[in-house]
């Protein structure tokens, strides 16, 4: 507990016209007085079982961090499943992800001043003299502007900022002479010419080496930009003016806030996602705290801390009230339209508004924190992840999780306004999750589908930056870092800067509006710096309390309704009936609809509403009748389960949704694309058969390896290079005539995952893999005789990546050359597995475009709870049967969505 801010008291107790200094440092302390004020609630962790969990979490960003400088160094990212680094233009464009690498080291960058939180000075010191020695700024590459600010510009930044701190502490960085803060100086510069736009809102891109207007640019052609990415510079912007004394940077990042500021929708006081750089029109007119506008409203509320500047707190303050009427629907946040602030413009949530909590701690406003945050919980102990998106029902919307911190973040600024035990508890299960599922041999792969636990050969550079930093300080205590964390202010990137900065440079313009602003409302600092004395006055439940009726929200039942429930009940009114809860032979639900559009405006906005989920719930659940994707999950040595491939499903052969799942050692096929009898039948015997895409139909290969006696079959794409982290997967069509002669299971993968296999078997010769709907949780008896260790593991998986060119494979034919002669002299529609040349009924059906895959998750179903605790106790009365022994409740799933569906039916023939 910070002394300096105990003496001083916060909350009500903040002067109204406080010195900004004042107001920033006691910002600070309330994160984290409230700690020693705890004193009953959750069971308390011991000391030394928080020492325990950072010495954990200092172990796994070892082994993220040390994968990266062994195996990708000097590249931008790690791609931890293939072990070698991302280099842009050497890899398939993934798109705008892509836009954040600059070939400029940036996990190095990204990860400075994480090692200085953790303690790990020596390799900090060592890591900034590979930045000054090996980065290069200048090159003729296109990155996001707002990638690269909050980044790059943030990296160098903290890395300054920790730099200056050690050096003054006399023992390391004594060579320091600011050459990071040069650095940025550089980058700083080299931004700017995206600003050069009539409203000063910033191009999203920018080309490092020729800026913006020459032709060799390659971008300047833009026309919108998103609001997070426009209104997420001040924090860098400002503190580099500061610290380098050229105002420059701090005037166009105010300029770009003043603009966005000038353009809120003025009755609903919100910002849309997109907005015309040119012309400042909204382009995406849909509002939420989540992707595309989050760290907005962060660097509201953040430049006040740093900055001291009123207007940015009256601002964020306006924002709050608005976000708080419409968007937040506790425990939902959910999106709405600027114009029209009462109609929901989604029926999901995105991942990235799980960093709002955090800033409501920050805010001071604890209850619908520890409320979302709870929630979000929920959902995570479904998933083990958060996945990038999910519905007002919990289900899955978007399976993805690249291993983002949000959730962490909010988790320890949860902690330290509550000093709430649980949150360590949220912590601990983080950290068990990441170990479990996310953990590969060479480093920490991001979740291709948090359902089936399938990985994606990407960690990308703010794992490093901001997981481990949050995690470490969630369990550590004030003497395990070596620095007063009090003293600094966190980016969105969780890079430091310190709140000295505020009394620096002053000679800034402020914001030339600013008499607007300059009588304050008492109101807005009634809750800008609560004095956890007096939000917990009596009772130190509090935050479970608040917890308590979420506890479920997820897993027991469905939340139907819930939303503006509370409102509802309190004005006596009914809840607004939703498209999802509708029942057509409900005669209350059709007098309402009746009165939709007729009565007045609110049935109006009612009605609208209804058609618009409607809509969407529809081709929701079309989507849903499509098959879901599967994993094909390496269970030998030296794998153990802990490399899950996303696979394509068939639309034959073995449902592997309905049956346990098929394991067995691979074999590849002869002749390797299995289109006639195979010469090989006694190495398939009783095994996983690997087969090459083309030149006749999946069913064909199928029944071929199935008369050879295979159990299973994997067919591989035979276009090289191809991969599910760019091309959207697909289901393997039948032949268009009946196939339910084909028994066994088969599965796609492509190119890139089916060389994973194809390496390990050059590599280990027997490799045993498990075909599944969802991965098995490790073999724990396997697990005990390996302990995961950085260096053995990412020894395997360089070996298996190195040996790649060197051995044969096990197969006479290698799939390498088989390739290259697999292109059939003519494509006919018989001959081909590809949809572009086949019939309808041949076609690859694709579920999985845009990414917006759906659930196929029943949980709001009793039944399906029931089977998952029992599955669960099955599991817990003996910790080895996880392989093979979950059960999969995919009837009460269907029954769940015939009913919606019959629901949808009976509401088509009374035609509305
Ligand atoms: C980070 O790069 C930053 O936190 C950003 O503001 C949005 N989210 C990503 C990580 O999820």
Redesign the pocket.
């Known amino acids: 507990m910070s002394e300096a801010g105990g003496g001083r008291g916060c909350g009500s107790s903040v002067p109204q016209r406080a010195p900004w200094s004042l107001v920033a440092a006691t910002a600070a302390f309330c994160l984290v007085s409230a700690t020693s004020v705890w004193t009953a609630g959750a069971a308390p962790m011991s000391r030394e079982e928080r020492q325990k969990l950072g010495n954990q979490v200092l172990e796994m960003f070892d082994h993220a961090y040390g994968n990266y400088m062994e195996h990708a160094y000097p590249a931008d990212e790690l791609m931890p499943l293939t072990c070698r680094g991302r280099v842009r233009g050497q890899e398939p464009s993934r798109g705008d992800v892509d836009d954040a690498l600059g070939k400029f080291s940036l996990t190095l960058i990204d990860s400075l001043d994480t090692l200085v939180v953790l303690n790990k000075t020596k390799e900090f010191e060592d890591a900034v003299r590979k930045v000054l020695r090996d980065v290069n700024l200048d090159n003729d590459v296109v990155v996001s502007v707002f990638e690269t600010n909050?980044?790059v510009l943030g990296g160098l930044l903290g890395g300054h900022s920790l730099a200056i701190m050690l050096k003054e502490k006399g023992e390391y960085m004594q060579w320091y002479n600011d050459e990071l803060l040069q650095m940025a100086k550089q980058l700083g510069y080299k931004l700017l010419p995206a600003f050069n736009t009539t409203s000063g809102l910033p191009y999203p891109r920018i080309n490092l080496k020729f800026g913006i207007r020459k032709p060799e640019a390659r971008t300047g052609t833009e026309t919108d930009t998103c609001t997070a990415c426009a209104g997420?510079l001040i924090l860098e912007f400002a503190a580099l003016s500061r610290f380098t004394g050229a105002t420059i940077f701090e005037e166009y990042a105010r300029k770009a806030l003043d603009f966005l500021w000038e353009k809120r929708q003025r009755s609903s006081n919100l910002v849309g996602v997109t907005i015309n750089i040119h012309t400042g029109d909204w382009v995406r007119k849909d509002s939420g705290v989540g992707a595309g506008i989050?760290?907005y409203y962060e660097y509201l509320l953040k430049a006040y801390v740093l900055l001291g500047d009123d207007s940015f707190l009256e601002r964020f303050n306006t924002h709050y009230d608005a976000i708080m009427r419409y968007i937040s629907q506790p425990p939902l946040l959910l999106d709405v339209h600027i114009h029209k602030p009462m109609l929901n413009a989604r029926t999901w949530m995105d991942a990235?508004l799980a960093f709002f909590p955090g800033l409501q701690v920050l805010k001071g406003d604890i209850r619908p924190a520890i409320e979302t945050h709870e929630m979000l919980y929920q959902v995570i102990k479904k998933h083990n992840f958060l996945p990038e998106a999910f519905t007002t029902d919990f289900r899955v919307h978007w399976a993805q999780h690249p291993l983002?911190?949000?959730f962490a973040e909010s988790t320890y600024f949860l902690y330290k306004a509550t000093g709430d035990p649980y949150y360590l508890e949220v912590g601990k299960t983080l950290i068990e999750n990441l170990n479990k599922y996310a953990r590969v041999p060479c480093g920490f792969a991001a979740m291709k589908d948090v359902r089936t636990g399938s990985h994606e050969d990407r960690m990308d550079s703010?794992f490093l930056a901001?997981m481990f930093k949050y995690l470490y300080l969630l369990f550590a205590d004030k003497e395990d870092i070596i620095f007063d964390i009090e003293d600094y202010i966190f980016t969105?990137?969780a890079h430091l800067l310190p709140l000295w900065l505020s009394t620096t440079n002053q000679s800034i313009s402020k914001k030339n509006t600013t008499s607007e602003y300059t009588e304050l409302d008492d109101s807005n600092f009634d809750w800008t710096c609560p004095n956890t004395q007096i939000l917990f006055p009596n009772d130190p439940l509090y935050a479970q309390s608040i917890r308590e009726p979420l506890k479920n929200v997820v897993d027991k039942s469905c939340p139907r309704g819930i939303i503006r429930v509370e409102e509802s009940f309190r004005s006596g009114a009914k809840p607004p009936l939703r498209a999802r809860d509708f029942m057509a032979t409900n005669p209350e639900h059709l007098e309402i609809l009746k009165k939709m559009g007729a009565a007045s405006s609110i049935d109006a906005e009612d009605g609208l509403r209804f058609m618009q989920e409607m809509i969407e719930l529809s081709s929701q659940q079309q989507k849903e009748q499509q098959l879901p994707p599967r994993a094909v999950q390496i269970v030998s040595h030296p794998f153990f389960g802990r490399v899950v491939l996303t696979a394509g499903p068939a639309q034959f052969g073995l449902d592997l949704s309905k049956h346990k799942e098929t394991r067995g050692f691979v074999a590849s096929s002869k002749p390797y694309n299995g289109c006639s009898e195979l010469t090989n039948p006694e190495a398939v015997m009783g095994k996983i058969a690997l087969i090459q895409r083309g030149q006749c139909m999946f069913a064909e290969k199928a029944r071929n390896i199935q008369n050879a006696g295979a159990i299973g079959g994997i067919v591989i794409d035979d276009n090289e290079g191809s991969s599910s982290d760019t091309a959207p997967l697909f289901q393997m069509a039948g032949d268009g005539k009946d196939t339910d002669d084909i028994k066994i299971p088969m599965l796609f993968l492509f190119s890139k995952e089916g060389s994973i296999i194809l390496d390990a078997i050059r590599e280990y010769e027997e490799v045993e893999v498990l075909l599944s709907d969802k991965a098995k949780d490790r073999d724990p008896e396997m697990e005990n005789e390996e302990q995961p260790s950085s260096e053995n593991d990412s020894q395997s998986a360089e070996q298996i990546t190195s040996s790649s060119q060197e051995v044969d494979l096990v197969d006479q034919e290698s799939p390498e050359e088989s390739s290259l002669n697999s292109q059939p002299e003519s494509l006919s529609p018989a001959d081909m597995d590809n949809a572009a040349s086949v019939s309808p009924s041949e076609q690859i059906s694709n579920p999985m475009e845009n990414h917006e895959t759906t659930s196929l998750d029943g949980e709001c179903t009793d039944l399906d709870n029931q089977l998952q605790e029992q599955s669960e106790t099955e599991e817990d009365s003996n910790p080895n049967v996880s392989w093979g022994k979950k059960v999969q409740p995919i009837d009460s799933i269907l029954a769940d969505w015939n009913e919606d569906i019959e629901a949808f039916e009976m509401m088509e023939k009374d035609e509305l």
Request: charge should be negative; proline fraction near 8%; charged fraction near 45%.
């Open positions: 909050i980044r997420t989050d760290s990235l983002r911190p949000e703010f901001e969105t990137e």
